[in-house]
């Protein structure tokens, strides 16, 4: 496959940020909740209950958690030195409120995977996020929320949809969008390319 821009989600992409959660809380609030529990992207019904308030406010009083607690997704970090040892550009595109920022450079000093640009995306008034595909020129996104591979693909470019219990059960991906359930299969996707694009609806591709 020719050297391609790629974009990567951090949270549950590289970072694996619903593991570090259940660790966390199971520790200081005696839960025992597994990432496979958690089959929402809404957190809060799996943990509020355990710690008590909202589980976004309890974050930001704890977002050391970033920096310190979270550790990469198996495979990632060696993953993305050989996608950028083939060629490829590596872009990492997350959507973080201004109080993660420091916590998220610490974890990159951290754990230095081998990117080539880091693209914060601004949160929106309400609790929303910048689209993606609004935030990045990559040919391809790797992400694990449905949501943002479907703005990927209406804006024309493919994605790599990466399966975590919170989307395993929407099924078969849009058209344009691909399932990938590792870092070994994302990098078989790159290096041997098993997987032949298919060709976007016209009702999705950009104008």
Same mark, same amino acid.
């Given at each position: 496959?020719? %050297?391609?821009?790629?974009?990567?989600?951090?949270?549950?992409?590289?970072?694996?940020?619903?593991?570090?959660?259940? &660790?966390?809380?199971?520790?200081?609030? !005696?839960?025992?909740?597994?990432?496979?529990?958690?089959?929402?992207?809404?957190?809060?019904?799996?943990?509020?209950?355990?710690?008590?308030?909202?589980?976004?406010?309890?974050?930001?009083?704890?977002?050391?958690?970033?920096? &310190?607690?979270?550790?990469?997704? $198996?495979?990632?970090?060696? !993953? @993305? &030195?050989?996608?950028?040892?083939?060629?490829?550009?590596?872009? @990492?595109?997350?959507?973080? $409120?201004?109080?993660? &920022?420091?916590?998220?450079?610490?974890?990159?000093?951290?754990?230095?995977?081998?990117?080539?640009?880091?693209?914060?995306? $601004?949160?929106?008034?309400?609790?929303?996020?910048?689209?993606?595909?609004?935030?990045?020129?990559?040919?391809?996104?790797?992400?694990?929320?449905?949501?943002?591979?479907?703005?990927?693909?209406?804006?024309?470019?493919?994605?790599?949809?990466?399966?975590? %219990?919170?989307?395993?059960?929407?099924?078969?991906?849009?058209?344009?969008?691909?399932?990938?359930?590792?870092?070994?299969?994302?990098?078989?996707?790159?290096?041997?390319?098993?997987?032949?694009?298919?060709?976007?609806?016209?009702?999705?591709?950009?104008?």
């Amino acid at each position: 496959m020719e %050297p391609m821009h790629i974009a990567l989600d951090l949270d549950d992409v590289v970072l694996d940020f619903v593991a570090g959660i259940c &660790e966390v809380v199971n520790r200081d609030f !005696g839960a025992n909740v597994q990432p496979n529990d958690v089959t929402d992207w809404n957190f809060g019904q799996f943990i509020d209950q355990y710690i008590g308030r909202d589980w976004w406010l309890w974050l930001e009083d704890h977002a050391w958690l970033w920096g &310190e607690k979270f550790k990469p997704v $198996p495979g990632a970090i060696g !993953g @993305i &030195e050989k996608l950028r040892r083939a060629g490829h550009y590596i872009e @990492i595109v997350t959507a973080k $409120p201004t109080w993660a &920022e420091d916590a998220l450079w610490t974890w990159l000093a951290r754990y230095k995977p081998r990117v080539h640009r880091l693209t914060i995306v $601004p949160l929106v008034e309400g609790g929303g996020t910048t689209p993606k595909s609004k935030s990045s020129d990559a040919d391809i996104l790797v992400d694990d929320r449905w949501e943002n591979c479907e703005e990927w693909v209406v804006d024309g470019r493919p994605a790599l949809l990466y399966t975590r %219990p919170h989307n395993a059960q929407r099924g078969v991906p849009p058209t344009g969008v691909v399932r990938v359930h590792s870092w070994k299969h994302i990098l078989n996707v790159f290096e041997n390319n098993w997987i032949e694009w298919p060709d976007l609806s016209p009702s999705l591709a950009k104008e």
